[in-house]
């Protein structure tokens, strides 16, 4: 509850169209399941047949459901059926290796999506070990109660909410922040003005997961995913792919044959938006970064164990106010903040010295 | 019954100047007869010529009418197809008194007389059609509105820079991690094409010979100055026919882009001067085709052959110089494009990027789709129908070709659909400027999916004020006789042009267009790249057009 409380303080920079939750590195009653994957979404009664007989016949093995209770709300629409299950894998897949195993979950998400996507019987959102993925339309404090997670023992230690779903393109579900594929999770604070060569770019990589596109700002977690899985990159060139350097500014840096290469051949993926993007990768690492002229706020604080990553600092004062203020960090255009698993370090990596 | 022969009252073997292209409005009141407009018609289409005139005057107070004949001095258009006034307006500009000037006579029916001998009607200039074309008709309308701020194209910082040469895609990139960062990992032996950093609007191939000597000076020294000055990388394309042996062995050669055509005219020179060469050139383009003549290859008339076009050229003088249509040791597309690119890739030691460049046409897309297959091809140029030349057949000029706007869209949804946009920059020529708007033009053009646009017309009417439009204007570049100097071999004409006030308006020109490109780039949103393929922020009041390019429509 603690975040959308922090969302609640920065109402003035979102519209409160809705409300998106992903959660990392579950506690309570999944504390135990970390191992399994767990399909989040929601359906409806027809839907909820159809998913159960997709997941029978895939071999999946529901382990756990939890369901959020559910406190009517004026103003939020219920649908019939919130839910996250944990499912045990297919027993043909259970010795196969993660890569393996995260294509055959995304595929099993996408096949989801596809299957109730047009009569909207069935939204999958995530589909992955220790992540739970939560989404309605309404606004952000309300939508919480009503999910009912000011009373429920659910927990995590990441969490990333966010409060708008959508600048310019239709208020939709599968349009809400934050995006997830495979382990990475990002949402996005800004308009993408680039969004559609940036589409069309990943649209061509021939990977199942980069489809969908409801919302300008799934392209940031693809490109995420993109950068650091496909391609094999650290986390922070992350930052040079969608906020390429000049190149009298390559030319300091210490990589900069490959950094040059990078920026011929990732063209297609640079932002060149107002944006701030804050995600985590599979491994538990949060980050923030910003667009290569910094047009949107920004604030990381906390101390070790607890950080926040938001757009305003009244969001921080909210969440950690007992954390020393002067040690917040705002970066700047050049700058990566990158937090470390279990929130143990903070370090921003600054583009220009590599 | 035998036809009227000898003295004919009637004229009826004349033709009338309604007939004519353009009409010469001459004032007799305002004439001087210095003789001036007579002097410099480059067609000879008017002459002094002399007049007896009949005046009949009274005085008196009783009417005594007296008749007086008077011998009058004229100016006067001939009424011969093969003296058409082209309409330059060479005479307005000499004359003291405005008393002449041509005037465009919509119903002119030229096309009916002029292939007089059976000679096909030949021209210089462009597609002689004053249409808007689908360019202009493009408008910007995605601006980034109150739900995020626009860019600021006075404060901000913008980078207006496009790549020319073959991209790798990333996954191929030999890269390795050395100490948790990327590192180049020479070993691997992988090929890394040469790419180079460029301005996205370059000057487009014209050659010496078709032009003179101080236009192409001029536009030469204006690209150095650009580049060396202004730090706007603007590159510009040799076209067939060689270039200075001075400027091959200079530092200056890297703004310049070689083209290699079916005649090979100038390689001697080139080939000879490689050994010295202190920069690689900024690329090579083969020319395979061009928009404004597709089918048939480069032709520079004798009458502009002269001495030190014959000896760039390493031709003899006062020949006519026809590059045929295709490059004759050629036979087919794999064969042909590939050993093309190879060989003269291999010529600079694979560090120059070499490119094609087709005319406009609905095949476009399989050249496009055989060069995406190639390693070492380093791009396509495609050139649209309304593109120029100083050489061609009127039928060619006028009928012959695509429009931009679709070949180039369609050649980049291809290219979108395998993934491989960002790998094989295409370049748009062909009509970027029409109506003057060049910014406009090229930014509609990049977002349609273009890396690159190339002008030819638009640099010469803006920077050496050539007279040709879509009129049938002047368009006299084939006879060696430009009013302007442009495109002539005639001493007595090209020193009517100076070769500094050409290179002022270059870089005027393209620091220009650098705002205007950051003044539509700003509004959208787009600042760091150059908004390739960003075809959302485009729209058309043509719902056929919309579908055809998959853009919006609006009204």
Not at chain 1, 166 to 191: D, K, R, V, W
Not at chain 1, 260 to 266: E, F, G, P, V
Not at chain 2, 86 to 98: A, F, I, R, Y
Not at chain 2, 240 to 258: T, V
Request: charged residues 25%; proline residues 6%.
């Amino acid at each position: 509850m603690e975040p959308i409380l922090a969302l609640e303080t920065m109402k003035e920079g979102h519209d409160g169209s809705g409300l998106g939750l992903t959660l990392k590195d579950l506690g309570g009653e999944f504390a135990k399941l970390k191992k399994y994957p767990v399909l989040s979404g929601i359906c409806s009664r027809d839907g909820k047949k159809l998913l159960d007989d997709y997941m029978k016949r895939a071999g999946f093995r529901l382990k756990h459901e939890w369901t959020p209770k559910i406190a009517p709300k004026k103003g939020v629409v219920a649908r019939d059926h919130y839910f996250a299950r944990a499912y045990d894998y297919p027993a043909s897949c259970a010795n196969l290796p993660m890569k393996a195993k995260e294509d055959l979950l995304m595929n099993t998400r996408l096949a989801l999506r596809c299957l109730g996507e047009k009569d909207e019987s069935i939204f999958a959102f995530s589909f992955y070990p220790d992540v739970i993925t939560l989404k309605e339309v309404g606004d952000p404090l309300e939508v919480a109660e009503f999910f009912g997670l000011d009373r429920d023992r659910i927990s995590a230690k990441i969490v990333l909410a966010q409060g708008r779903q959508n600048t310019n393109y239709a208020i939709y579900l599968y349009a809400c922040h934050p995006f997830f594929i495979q382990g990475f999770c990002s949402m996005t604070n800004g308009e993408n003005t680039a969004f559609v060569p940036i589409r069309e770019y990943l649209s061509g990589r021939g990977f199942p997961g980069y489809m969908g596109y409801n919302s300008d700002s799934e392209v940031f977690t693809h490109i995420l995913h993109y950068t650091v899985r496909q391609l094999g990159y650290p986390l922070h060139y992350y930052k040079d792919v969608i906020t390429p350097l000049k190149a009298a500014e390559i030319d300091r840096r210490p990589d900069a044959g490959a950094v040059r290469l990078m920026k011929q051949s990732l063209r297609s993926l640079c932002i060149d938006g107002p944006n701030m993007v804050i995600g985590f990768t599979p491994d538990g690492t949060c980050f923030m970064v910003q667009d290569s002229k910094k047009l949107r706020p920004g604030v990381v604080g906390g101390a070790k164990g607890k950080y926040a990553l938001m757009s305003e600092e009244c969001g921080v004062d909210r969440a950690i106010p007992e954390r020393e203020r002067a040690k917040d960090i705002f970066p700047m255009k050049y700058d990566m903040v990158i937090v470390s698993p279990d929130a143990q370090e903070v370090r921003v990596w600054n583009q220009q010295q590599g | 019954m035998e036809p009227a022969a000898g003295v004919r009252l009637d004229n009826n073997h004349k033709l009338s100047l309604r007939e004519f292209p353009y009409i010469v409005r001459w004032r007799d009141d305002r004439c001087k007869r210095c003789g001036r407009c007579t002097a410099v018609c480059p067609v000879k289409a008017i002459e002094a010529t002399v007049k007896v005139q009949r005046t009949v005057t009274s005085s008196g107070a009783v009417p005594t009418p007296t008749a007086v004949r008077t011998v009058t001095q004229v100016v006067e258009q001939v009424t011969d197809m093969e003296r058409y006034c082209v309409g330059c307006g060479s005479c307005t500009l000499v004359c003291p008194n405005e008393a002449i000037e041509p005037e465009f006579n919509p119903q002119n029916k030229l096309l009916h007389y002029k292939n007089k001998g059976g000679d096909a009607y030949k021209r210089g200039g462009r597609r002689n059609d004053p249409a808007l074309s689908t360019l202009d008709r493009l408008k910007f309308t995605r601006i980034s509105m109150l739900t995020d701020p626009a860019l600021d194209a006075g404060r901000h910082e913008f980078r207006v820079r496009s790549l020319l040469g073959r991209v790798l895609p990333p996954e191929e990139l030999p890269l390795v991690m050395e100490n948790g960062r990327l590192a180049v990992d020479k070993s691997s032996g992988k090929f890394i094409p040469p790419v180079r950093e460029i301005f996205p609007i370059m000057i487009g191939s014209m050659s010496i010979g078709a032009l003179s000597p101080p236009m192409w000076e001029g536009l030469a020294m204006g690209v150095a100055y650009l580049n060396e000055v202004e730090n706007i990388p603007v590159v510009m394309c040799s076209g067939e026919g060689g270039m200075s042996p001075r400027l091959l062995r200079s530092k200056y050669l890297k703004y310049f882009i070689i083209q290699i055509a079916s005649g090979y005219f100038g390689w001697d020179e080139i080939v000879r001067a490689i050994p010295h060469m202190v920069e690689d050139p900024a690329a090579i383009e083969i020319k395979y085709g061009q928009g404004a003549k597709p089918g048939d290859g480069g032709l520079l008339m004798a009458q502009k052959v002269l001495k030190l076009i014959a000896k760039i050229r390493g031709v003899p003088q006062f020949v006519d110089l026809a590059s045929p249509p295709t490059h004759q040791t050629k036979y087919s597309i794999e064969e042909a494009v590939a050993k093309m690119i190879q060989s003269m890739s291999m010529a600079w030691g694979f560090r120059v990027p070499v490119y094609p460049k087709i005319s406009g046409t609905k095949t476009a897309k399989a050249v496009l789709n055989n060069l995406a297959r190639n390693p070492y091809a380093a791009g396509l140029c495609i050139d649209g129908e309304d593109g120029g030349t100083g050489a061609a057949y009127n039928v060619s000029m006028d009928k012959m070709g695509h429009p931009i706007a679709s070949n180039l869209r369609e050649c980049y949804l291809d290219l979108v659909k395998q993934g491989k946009q960002n790998e094989l920059p295409l370049i748009a020529a062909g009509g970027i400027g029409k109506k003057g708007n060049l910014a406009a033009n090229a930014a509609a053009l990049i977002m349609l999916g273009a890396s690159a646009v190339a002008i030819g017309k638009y640099i010469m009417q803006t920077a050496a004020d050539c007279f040709g439009d879509e009129y049938n204007r002047c368009n006299l570049c084939n006879t060696g006789k430009c009013p302007r100097g442009i495109t002539t071999q005639d001493p007595k004409l090209y020193r009517r042009l100076d070769s500094d006030k050409v290179a002022e308006r270059v870089v005027e020109v393209f620091k220009s267009a650098d705002v205007e490109l950051r003044k539509i780039f700003a509004p959208m949103g787009r600042s760091t790249e150059i908004p390739i393929g960003m075809s959302d922020g485009l729209s058309i009041d043509d719902k056929a057009i919309a579908e055809r390019l998959g853009i919006s429509y609006a009204c």
